[in-house]
C-alpha cells in the first residue's frame, strides 16, 4: 500500500473541554496519511485514478470548523471517519490532530492525539 501525505495543515477552532477553551479557541494542526493503492495513477498520471488532496484538505478544514468538540479524539475521530466515507479509494488513515501552545501551566508547543483507521 502506497502513502499520500498531508502535513501541516492548519486552522482556527473552538474546541476544548472548558468552556474558556471554546469561547477563545485555538489554532489547530492536523498530519494525514493515507493508505492509497497508487498503481494505476502512477500509470495513467490521471487525477482521476488517485486521491485530490486537495479535496481532502478541504473536507478535513470543514469537519475542523464546522462544529465544537470537547476533545481531541473525537475530532479526530470524526476526521477519519469523513475521509473513509467520502474516499473509497482510501484503505485506511492515520491521522494526527495537534492544539497548538494549549492553555495549560506550562510551556508546551502542542498537545496531540493520533489515531489510525482502516476500511472494513
Do not use: N
Amino acid at each position: 500500500m502506497d502513502t499520500i501525505r498531508i502535513q501541516g495543515l492548519e486552522f482556527y477552532a473552538y474546541h476544548g473541554a472548558s468552556d474558556a477553551e471554546q469561547r477563545v479557541g485555538h489554532r489547530y494542526r492536523v498530519d494525514v496519511w493515507l493508505g492509497v493503492d497508487t498503481h494505476r495513477a502512477s500509470q495513467t498520471d490521471a487525477v482521476e485514478d488517485t486521491v485530490c488532496y486537495a479535496e481532502v484538505a478541504h473536507c478535513l478544514l470543514q469537519v475542523g470548523t464546522e462544529r465544537r468538540y470537547h476533545l481531541l479524539e473525537a475530532l479526530a475521530a470524526r476526521m477519519s471517519d469523513v475521509i473513509l466515507t467520502r474516499f473509497p479509494a482510501v484503505l485506511s488513515v492515520r491521522l494526527s490532530v495537534q492544539k497548538i501552545a494549549p492553555p495549560i501551566d506550562a510551556v508546551i508547543g502542542s498537545v496531540g492525539v493520533e489515531i489510525y483507521r482502516e476500511r472494513v
